[in-house]
């Protein structure tokens, strides 16, 4: 008997072996599936696919059935009717859906193209620029900034009244442009700036980024509902890092000892050092500098890049000793930027570090000797994992045998 097209399975015998036996697999939810369907998600247990999953549709009638098209037309068909229209009818109900998201994306404020710049202009052209300060101090508002591991920058969100998530200032721009656009009311923007708080330099605060600066985000970001995620953790020993003569810490306050790398930031230092002191630091905050960043043809030459750079001492130790945080001048001049590698003192390993400050964290550089003060350690080694431990246990196992 000859099958339709519509009810093909797959038959191949090496198929057959390569995917999951009748009657396993779990009901997931499928948009648009007829009334008595179900999407069954199932696994490949053998093969190049082996751990990865694919779905079938099947109801009493039918089992093993490809594709959410042929479901349609086959119930179409049961209920004698038009199996092409059924499909038909079923696209247009999705561009329908995908239309309407759309919109309500718009009147939150995400808007693209010609219609963003637009509305961002219209903002603009009464209120100037908004920024994070003033959004927090809007009626209903709030904000919130975590620091990103990887790249030590300074991520903000902020939340409209409605709960709505905001990660970009423009967005906030576009949405009170647009509602400026239509003729609808938006908050007091002269009222929130003048209600600002400044700190003792005269700079406006912006709670987000100052006092509200958490580790994971209120509303996190959305995920695949069936994706399986598998949580690693790397195991960190000793055999993974590598002496280096090119990294090293040094005073910047004593002279540059000869390191021509060194000397070329002085003038940089004098501004950091100007800076600090215009924000309250005391004017003697000591300053020193890793080297490294000028061997473009050293071993792990681009970690290199990422941790030369001047450091100031905090005002608080770390595990009773100075820690010193990374510091730089932004381009377009004004303020400071504080990266998020640190240099301090290691309790749970005896050493010094760079990296994270976190001491249950591998650092990207250490020095063993005990030392008072890192620029009085002679041999750094550099981060240079020679192979990779994946622990499936958890973080507590790794914390066990790892930094």
């Known amino acids: 008997k000859q099958l339709s097209e519509c009810s093909l399975v797959a ?4 198929a057959r072996r390569a995917m999951a036996p009748k009657g396993t697999g779990k009901e997931i939810p499928c948009s648009g599936l007829p009334p008595g369907w179900q999407c069954i998600e199932k696994e490949y247990l053998t093969g190049s696919y082996a751990g990865k999953t694919y779905q079938r549709f099947q109801n009493e009638k039918h089992r093993n059935v490809l594709s959410l098209k042929a479901a349609l037309k086959l119930d179409a068909e049961d209920r004698g009717l038009d199996p092409e229209e059924a499909v038909m009818e079923h696209e247009r109900r999705k561009q329908e859906e995908k239309d309407a998201k759309v919109r309500e994306r718009e009147e939150a404020g995400f808007l693209k193209g010609q219609k963003r710049e637009e509305a961002i202009a219209r903002f603009r052209s009464e209120y100037g620029p908004l920024d994070g300060a003033t959004i927090c101090a809007l009626p209903g508002w709030t904000g919130e900034s975590k620091l990103l591991e990887k ?7 902020y939340y409209d009244p409605a709960g709505r998530t905001y990660a970009l200032v423009k967005d906030i721009e ?3 442009g647009l509602r400026m656009q239509t003729g609808e009311d938006i908050p007091d923007i002269q ?13 406006v605060i912006n709670v987000a980024r100052r006092e509200n600066v958490v580790t994971d ?3 996190a970001p959305s995920a695949k509902r069936h994706k399986r995620h598998h949580h690693h953790v790397r195991v960190v020993r000793d055999e993974d890092y590598r002496e280096t003569e090119f990294l090293s810490v ?4 004593t002279g540059d000892n000869g390191v021509a790398e060194m000397t070329a930031q002085k003038a940089t230092a004098l501004e950091v050092k100007q800076r600090l002191a215009e924000r309250g630091f005391e004017e003697d905050t000591r300053l020193v500098y890793v080297t490294g960043g000028a061997n473009s043809t050293a071993p792990g030459k681009h970690l290199l890049e990422g941790l030369s750079g001047i450091y100031y001492q905090r005002n608080d130790d770390f595990n009773g000793r100075s820690c010193y945080q990374r510091i730089a001048l932004p381009e ?7 990266g998020g590698v640190h240099i301090f003192w290691s309790t749970a390993r005896r050493r010094w570090k760079m990296g994270q400050l976190n001491d249950s964290k591998a650092g990207l550089a250490c020095c063993i000797d005990d030392r008072p003060d890192p620029t009085d350690c002679k041999i750094w080694q550099l981060f240079e994992p020679r192979f990779t431990d994946l622990n499936p246990q958890g973080a507590e196992a790794a914390e066990d045998s790892a930094e």
């Open 151 to 157: 790249c030590g920058q300074i991520s903000a969100r």
């Open 11 to 14: 038959s191949s015998p090496f």
């Open 250 to 253: 040094l005073p910047l306050s």
């Open 174 to 176: 576009a949405l009170f």
């Open 191 to 203: 009222a929130a700036r003048d209600s600002l708080v400044r700190d003792e330099s005269g700079k």
């Open 217 to 219: 985000f209120v509303v």
């Open 332 to 338: 377009n001049g004004g303020g400071l930027i504080c």
